[in-house]
């Protein structure tokens, strides 16, 4: 987790509409790729897979540095 410094959101905003728009969507694709192959629960192991994949594979720098 990251503290952000109070009053600081107009400068973050791009990251939100950015990065952070490109990573829920791709985590959403992957969990729920996952879930319609198998019935499983959510645990912390399946949620820190889930994100190392999206942080591997689809948050290239290429990707980012063309957002």
Do not use: G
Request: charge should be positive; proline fraction near 3%; avoid cysteine.
């Amino acid at each position: 987790m990251i503290i952000l410094p109070t009053h600081t959101v107009h400068a973050l905003q791009p990251l939100d509409v950015s990065y952070f728009m490109l990573f829920k969507t791709t985590f959403r694709k992957v969990k729920d790729a996952t879930m319609a192959k198998k019935k499983m629960e959510l645990n912390k192991i399946t949620f820190v897979r889930w994100v190392d994949q999206v942080l591997n594979h689809a948050l290239t720098k290429y990707k980012i540095v063309w957002i």
